[in-house]
């Protein structure tokens, strides 16, 4: 028997490859399909089942791509409906993969089609449990995400309730718990940075298991916030079908010059996506040009800010790291990149063509300027990190929600930027400048080398912690 799991952290995701006698599943995999299809090569396996535990909102499954690779059956739980040929699982239904089985539990609550997969050894002795987005560790799934008119968030969490109270919490404690995410995920609110348990620690240590129904569904509707705007466009592609990964690769893997790339910007919407490190864009890069960089969670923030799936995207990556953007591009539906800058900036300013640039300062420059008078500053990190220490008499301004706030700035101000590290903020900073902001100061190192200085911070504990871990 093989269980093995492949967490992909810039997407706090996690896929899962079981293997038994020469046959294999996958669960909940990534866009790219070659990972699984090589490991089932390793092990001298076929792939034989694809199971899906929900349709995921914040990543495209791989599930169309590798089932015409592999011929393999795309399995989803009761209650889902697809376009494309799959196998509507009942509960509590069995699959054999060689020796092993796994059995269907239908665990509505974060969505109505929610499933997890208890895999049986062949003794049918319980093993592990893939919980997808129901049951993580430390925490449970949001229960907002499918809401219909004839259901509310405290329906759905109500369900998660009583699906982890009558399918899971009565299973043995040695079994292992695998979840579709980790710490990072928008998918829940307080999840650990380990990626598996035992379910007996976690019905010790997971304030689910902890609480009443009504307390249960106080807790889950509580803080929520709003889930980024790509989830419902990628719970629809992996519904409905999208094209194929190699098809997108290869577009998105032209070399363009400057010339091609010039014209492209002022023929179609295209824009500029620089994925370089957060002072290499800070000292040059072209006007207009939004930065993400590859070295974070590039691909959720891509989703949470970009809103046009469709909008053709032009690249300015390091050298040798063109495929891995796009691919990363593509967990989250992002299809249409049309190639990349060939040779980079250099390229770009040998034909003439114009730089910019975003001034960033120290942190021990910008706590002596604050020591001389009062700033305009904003914080763009999550409201949970704002409230658990910030700088006094500034407002939360939280990346996520910049197109509610940037228009409430004064393009004749001047304003200090920070995040946590100095990631965020230069995206911040690439956005309002793209909206024309151009006084616009970036403190490297953010909150992290502020708090190292003498700036004078406020610090107290959030209540939504407070409640999980009383």
Same mark, same amino acid.
């Given at each position: 028997?093989?269980?093995?799991?492949?967490?992909?952290?810039?997407?706090?995701?996690?896929?899962?490859?079981?293997?038994?006698?020469?046959?294999?599943?996958?669960?909940?995999?990534?866009?790219?399909?070659?990972?699984?299809?090589?490991?089932?090569?390793?092990?001298?396996?076929?792939?034989?089942?694809?199971?899906?535990?929900?349709?995921?909102?914040?990543?495209?499954?791989?599930?169309?791509?590798?089932?015409?690779?592999?011929?393999?059956?795309?399995?989803?739980?009761?209650?889902?409906?697809?376009?494309?040929?799959?196998?509507?699982?009942?509960?509590?239904?069995?699959?054999?993969?060689?020796?092993?089985?796994?059995?269907?539990?239908?665990?509505?609550?974060?969505?109505?089609?929610?499933?997890?997969?208890?895999?049986?050894?062949?003794?049918?002795?319980?093993?592990?449990?893939?919980?997808?987005?129901?049951?993580?560790?430390?925490?449970?799934?949001?229960?907002?995400?499918?809401?219909?008119?004839?259901?509310?968030?405290?329906?759905?969490?109500?369900?998660?309730?009583?699906?982890?109270?009558?399918?899971?919490?009565?299973?043995?404690?040695?079994?292992?718990?695998?979840?579709?995410?980790?710490?990072?995920?928008?998918?829940?609110?307080?999840?650990?940075?380990?990626?598996?348990?035992?379910?007996?620690?976690?019905?010790?240590?997971?304030?689910?298991?902890?609480?009443?129904?009504?307390?249960?569904?106080?807790?889950?509707?509580?803080?929520?916030?709003?889930?980024?705007?790509?989830?419902?466009?990628?719970?629809?592609?992996?519904?409905?079908?999208?094209?194929?990964?190699?098809?997108?690769?290869?577009?998105?893997?032209?070399?363009?010059?400057?010339?091609?790339?010039?014209?492209?910007?002022?023929?179609?919407?295209?824009?500029?996506?620089?994925?370089?490190?957060?002072?290499?864009?800070?000292?040059?890069?072209?006007?207009?040009?939004?930065?993400?960089?590859?070295?974070?969670?590039?691909?959720?923030?891509?989703?949470?800010?970009?809103?046009?799936?469709?909008?053709?995207?032009?690249?300015?990556?390091?050298?040798? =790291?063109?495929?891995? /953007?796009?691919?990363? *591009?593509? $967990?989250? %539906? +992002?299809?249409?990149? &049309?190639?990349?800058?060939? @040779?980079?900036?250099?390229?770009?300013?040998?034909?003439?063509?114009?730089?910019?640039?975003?001034?960033?300062?120290?942190?021990?420059?910008?706590?002596?300027?604050?020591?001389?008078?009062?700033?305009?500053?904003?914080?763009?990190?999550?409201?949970?990190?704002?409230?658990?220490?910030?700088?006094?008499?500034?407002?939360?301004?939280?990346?996520?929600?910049?197109?509610?706030?940037?228009?409430?700035?004064?393009?004749?101000?001047?304003?200090?930027?920070?995040?946590?590290?100095?990631? =965020?903020?230069?995206? /911040?900073?690439?956005? *309002?400048? $793209?909206? %024309? +902001?151009?006084?616009? &100061?970036?403190?490297?190192? @953010?909150?992290?080398?502020?708090?190292?200085?003498?700036?004078?911070?406020?610090?107290?504990?959030?209540?939504?912690?407070?409640?999980?871990?009383?």
């Amino acid at each position: 028997m093989v269980v093995e799991q492949l967490y992909t952290s810039c997407l706090a995701q996690g896929a899962y490859f079981i293997q038994s006698e020469g046959e294999a599943a996958v669960i909940d995999p990534l866009r790219e399909y070659k990972p699984y299809i090589e490991l089932a090569a390793q092990n001298k396996a076929k792939i034989k089942y694809i199971f899906e535990t929900h349709f995921h909102a914040d990543f495209v499954s791989g599930h169309l791509d590798l089932a015409k690779k592999t011929g393999a059956e795309i399995v989803f739980g009761p209650n889902a409906q697809t376009n494309f040929n799959s196998t509507i699982a009942k509960d509590n239904q069995e699959f054999k993969i060689g020796k092993l089985t796994l059995q269907v539990l239908h665990t509505p609550g974060h969505t109505l089609e929610s499933t997890t997969y208890l895999l049986l050894d062949e003794n049918k002795k319980p093993h592990c449990l893939f919980t997808g987005d129901t049951l993580f560790i430390g925490d449970v799934g949001r229960p907002d995400l499918a809401i219909k008119s004839d259901l509310t968030q405290e329906d759905l969490a109500g369900m998660l309730y009583d699906s982890l109270h009558t399918k899971i919490i009565n299973l043995p404690d040695d079994v292992i718990v695998y979840p579709a995410h980790g710490a990072g995920s928008a998918c829940g609110k307080n999840m650990s940075k380990e990626t598996y348990d035992t379910l007996g620690n976690q019905k010790k240590t997971n304030y689910a298991f902890k609480l009443s129904r009504k307390e249960f569904v106080k807790e889950l509707t509580t803080g929520i916030l709003p889930a980024p705007q790509y989830f419902a466009k990628n719970a629809q592609l992996n519904k409905s079908g999208y094209d194929s990964y190699d098809v997108v690769a290869e577009k998105g893997t032209k070399s363009l010059s400057p010339t091609e790339v010039y014209n492209l910007l002022s023929s179609t919407n295209a824009i500029i996506l620089d994925v370089r490190k957060p002072g290499e864009f800070a000292k040059e890069h072209i006007p207009g040009s939004i930065f993400i960089g590859i070295d974070g969670q590039f691909a959720p923030w891509v989703g949470a800010l970009i809103t046009d799936l469709k909008q053709p995207i032009i690249l300015v990556v390091p050298a040798g =790291r063109e495929k891995e /953007a796009v691919t990363r *591009l593509s $967990r989250v %539906g +992002y299809d249409n990149c &049309v190639g990349f800058l060939n @040779g980079g900036l250099e390229s770009w300013k040998k034909e003439g063509n114009q730089t910019a640039s975003i001034t960033s300062i120290s942190a021990s420059e910008f706590a002596e300027k604050l020591s001389t008078g009062t700033l305009n500053i904003l914080d763009v990190r999550k409201p949970g990190e704002y409230d658990a220490s910030h700088l006094c008499e500034v407002e939360s301004m939280p990346l996520d929600f910049i197109k509610n706030w940037e228009s409430n700035l004064s393009k004749e101000k001047e304003y200090h930027i920070h995040c946590a590290g100095g990631y =965020r903020s230069m995206i /911040a900073a690439s956005l *309002l400048k $793209r909206q %024309g +902001y151009s006084k616009l &100061v970036d403190i490297a190192g @953010g909150y992290n080398a502020i708090q190292k200085t003498d700036a004078k911070t406020t610090e107290f504990v959030c209540p939504s912690t407070l409640s999980k871990n009383s």
